[in-house]
């Protein structure tokens, strides 16, 4: 009898490998093609079999949203936050353990990102502040992280971030706290010193930085380039071997930069107007990608922080963000990081701004390894208050695990 252990009758099997009977997605290793002869199944067989495996996609997909219905409604009752970072990581460190390829991670990781932000609607609509305008890199950061199901709300300063959070306007803010080749923002930076009491670091976010020349023209055409001067800077050498007699034009942004670029060129049709930016501004703005990762050093990363009126829980790897302002004495600022020599933490990161109170006072900024709630970051906290004129805990969070 068909279904009975040890039973010499088989189901008859699909083109995708899956029993006709049954409702697993099935194991499709048999449709490798052999070595040295044609493939097993015709170009349609294939295709019948990724027809299948999407169905039953669609179908886990709709399962998945049905629970996520009630999470919400879980969520809601409680008072817990929907977006959580700390299951965040630990969802998308799950999925990327148990792929065994041949999908690439940062596909999975894109596709399950864009799966939860789906998964945020459903909860409760998310609204995100980010440092416009649209088709900025803070615009980009803030798609990646949260992908496209939520609302995105350009607040055109650093600060406007801050205190749309603070007045509850939005939910979450992305702020561009640290670029690699540049250094800290220092706008950024004395938001925090100005709105410490009443936001907190939610999330770390890191954004591969991927230039673009955009102009809807030909190559040979382009006589001016328009960007923010700290764009120029990162394709110097590119555009001194590519465009060595265009005229760099200074503009406020990248995004108003491709703005620009292409009113010109509406407005005189041999203008050869260009502008460096973001693909996204590209997009958003109409204007083409003539050449895509033109920046000098591709390992340029800005780093962003999600602040939020929210705390976030522990994960498995955390960072903690402090600020402090050390007494004017000999050895003071050397007494509050041994601190945490002592303690065997891990500084990951140190800036300082001037403390807008005394002339030459300065306001130190630092990352540390692990959560403040664990037992070692805790007592070394209060070691370092101890010594400090003033500090604050900015929050801690999972720390960001790739580049996006």
């Not at 509850?168 to 803010?173: A, I, K, N, Q, R």
């Not at 001016?224 to 110097?236: F, G, V």
């Amino acid at each position: 009898m068909a279904g009975v252990e040890g039973s010499s009758e088989q189901p008859e099997k699909s083109p995708s490998g899956r029993s006709e009977n049954s409702g697993a997605t099935g194991d499709l290793s048999h449709l490798e093609v052999r070595a040295g002869g044609p493939p097993p199944f015709s170009l349609d067989d294939l295709r019948k079999g990724i027809d299948e495996v999407d169905a039953k996609l669609i179908e886990l997909l709709n399962t998945r949203a049905e629970l996520v219905v009630n999470v919400g409604k879980v969520k809601r009752g409680d008072g817990t936050p929907i977006y959580a970072p700390h299951r965040e990581q630990a969802v998308l460190k799950k999925v990327l353990e148990a792929s065994r390829g041949p999908m690439l991670s940062r596909t999975i990781e894109a596709v399950y990102r864009e799966i939860m932000s789906g998964s945020f609607a459903l909860e409760q609509p998310l609204r995100i502040g980010y440092l416009g305008p649209p088709g900025s890199f803070s615009h980009e950061a803030a798609q990646k992280q949260f992908g496209s199901s939520v609302s995105f709300e350009d607040l055109r300063e650093i600060e406007g971030v801050f205190t749309e959070v603070v007045r509850g306007h939005v939910d979450y803010g992305m702020v561009p706290i640290e670029n690699s080749a540049h250094g800290g923002v220092a706008e950024a930076l004395d938001a925090f010193r100005r709105y410490a009491s009443d936001v907190n670091i939610y999330a770390e976010v890191q954004l591969g930085v991927r230039q673009a020349l955009l102009a809807n023209c030909q190559p040979s055409e382009v006589k001016r380039i328009h960007s923010k001067p700290e764009a120029l800077s990162q394709c110097r050498k590119w555009l001194a071997t590519q465009y060595p007699k265009a005229e760099l034009v200074p503009a406020v942004s990248t995004s108003r930069a491709v703005q620009i670029a292409k009113a010109e060129g509406l407005l005189e049709e041999h203008a050869g107007s260009a502008a460096i930016g973001s693909k996204l501004a590209g997009q958003l703005y109409g204007v083409q990608v003539l050449f895509e990762n033109i920046e000098d050093d591709p390992n340029n990363v800005t780093r962003f922080f999600v602040i939020s009126k929210q705390s976030a829980k522990p994960s498995a790897d955390d960072k903690t963000s402090i600020m402090f302002t050390t007494p004017d004495k000999p050895g003071a600022l050397v007494s509050v990081l041994r601190v945490f020599q002592d303690a065997q933490i891990n500084l990951s990161h140190i800036d300082k701004r001037p403390s807008g109170r005394t002339n030459w006072e300065y306001t130190f900024f630092i990352d540390a390894l692990g959560h403040r709630d664990s037992e070692r970051m805790a007592g070394a906290i209060e070691a370092a208050r101890a010594l400090c004129s003033d500090l604050v805990v900015l929050g801690s969070y999972p720390r960001g695990q790739r580049v996006l």
